[in-house]
């Protein structure tokens, strides 16, 4: 069988891998099978700031300057703000890493956006090449010629070469090639928002609140004080509106990050967080924040409707992360399946490493790919090659996140968390 690469996912890193794919001279086939019935079927539409380096690379030059037009590179430095009084804290600092700088990305330019606009940027054309409506069910590796044969829950098939996993934290393609890979829930709890830049609120805010990102917090340790609300005003070129991508109008991104005893007292357990609705995920900020300072509730009083959900925060451990990697190979040296993203490494998304993390996936896979057709090594070496420097750089940046989540919301030791329930 010719080369066939099967993405399970459209969600950023699956597209980006596929956009590599298609750009490289000669293209490499490949289909894309996303679950949701359309592109625009779930709402995703919250900020994320990246380094652009790994999308430049996998982008057509046409589409990456789509993404620079749809983007904000003019990052202002954030103020940390006593949420009790709403002024600026001279004592507290930022936590983690500088936004948008991980250990492969370095001090590359780095964007804000809007991911759902990302999305929709990345989807350029690859509309011919993704199915909807297709959850993955399992995967059989065919012995006879090296091939992958693909179930979904609609009982229909697909065969190829390759079988992608960019499916996220909760990825089914994960769960049967790893079936012992190490997930913790790290009780890190968070809802997440937008609300509209209008007069009104401009109104309420100080000016420090418009500039750069801002953290508002209760002075004190994370142990003691784990709640936080990071926000940012994030501003579009007005021209970007009319590519026809979605770019909504100025808004501010706002997510309040806390813990799972603190949720607790309003909600009974993770389950019901992650189910309440749009309206009763702000309803529990609102209630968390309510002793704070009226400036830094307002940002979170009056979100754009629809707009505000819940999310829990779930990571690998940099142990269990290289040693399930390690045995994949040697117990399975040929199988052509592999991972990309949350699905192949989920961490705590603190300091803007998972996205970034989820890219530089995309981009060494790709470039795997493309030099075994060029030299004609077996895909199992240039995916164990893949995997090995993706192992590598990961277990850093999941050591960074996992530090960045202690200071921010008091996480726990790791001996003393729980396995997830995903």
């Known amino acids: 069988m010719s080369q066939r690469v099967l993405i399970i ?30 592109a625009a079927f779930r709402a995703q539409g919250y900020r994320i700031r990246i380094s652009g380096a790994a999308l430049q690379a996998l982008l057509p030059a046409p589409v990456f300057a789509t993404f620079e037009a749809t983007s904000n590179s003019s990052i202002n430095p954030g103020h940390a703000i006593d949420a009790l009084t709403g002024t600026p804290d001279a004592a507290a600092s930022m936590p983690g890493p500088p936004p948008g700088t991980t250990a492969h990305t370095g001090t590359a330019k ?74 913790l829930d790290t009780e890190g709890r968070s809802v997440f928002g937008k609300t509209d830049f209008t007069d009104e609120i401009v109104a309420k805010l100080p000016n ?34 009319a590519l026809g991508l979605g770019v909504p109008a100025d808004y501010i991104y706002w997510v309040l ?47 754009n409707e629809d707009s505000t959900a819940t999310l829990a925060f779930f990571s690998c451990t940099k142990e269990g992360l290289p040693r399930s990697w390690a045995q994949l190979r040697q117990e399975h040296a040929n199988m052509p399946v592999t991972l990309i993203g949350d699905a192949a490494h989920p961490m705590p998304p603190v300091g803007g490493v998972g996205a970034n993390s989820a890219f530089q996936d995309a981009l060494e896979l790709f470039e795997v790919l493309k030099s075994s057709q060029v030299e004609m090594t077996s895909q199992g070496t ?17 050591e960074r996140s996992s530090a960045g989540a202690v200071r921010f919301f008091g996480m726990k030791p790791q001996d003393e968390l729980k396995p997830a329930q995903i």
């Open 9 to 38: 996912g459209g969600g950023l890193s699956g597209l980006a891998l596929a956009q590599g794919l298609k750009k490289v001279t000669p293209s490499i086939p490949f289909r894309i099978f996303e679950r949701d019935s359309s």
């Open 110 to 183: 780095s964007y804000n956006v809007d991911r759902a606009v990302l999305r929709n940027v990345l989807l350029q054309g690859l509309e011919e090449h993704i199915s909807y409506g297709k959850k993955f069910d399992s995967y059989e590796a065919l012995r006879n010629d090296g091939t992958v044969q693909v179930r979904f829950a609609d009982g229909t098939v697909e065969r190829g070469t390759l079988l992608v996993g960019a499916d996220g934290v909760r990825s089914g393609v994960r769960r049967q090639l790893l079936p012992d890979f190490p997930i």
């Open 208 to 241: 420090e609140f418009l500039s750069g990102m801002c953290l508002a917090s209760v002075p004190g340790t994370a142990s003691e004080h784990p709640s936080k609300l990071l926000f940012e005003v994030m501003r579009f070129d007005p021209a970007a509106r």
């Open 257 to 303: 990050c806390t813990r799972q005893d603190v949720t607790d007292t309003h909600v009974a357990g993770l389950s019901e967080l992650l189910s309440l609705s749009s309206a009763e995920s702000a309803g529990l900020a609102q209630a968390l924040m309510r002793d704070w300072h009226e400036s830094v509730r307002a940002i979170v009083d009056a979100p």
């Open 382 to 398: 240039a995916l164990a090659k893949y995997e090995q420097s993706m192992v590598e750089r990961v277990v850093e940046a999941v």
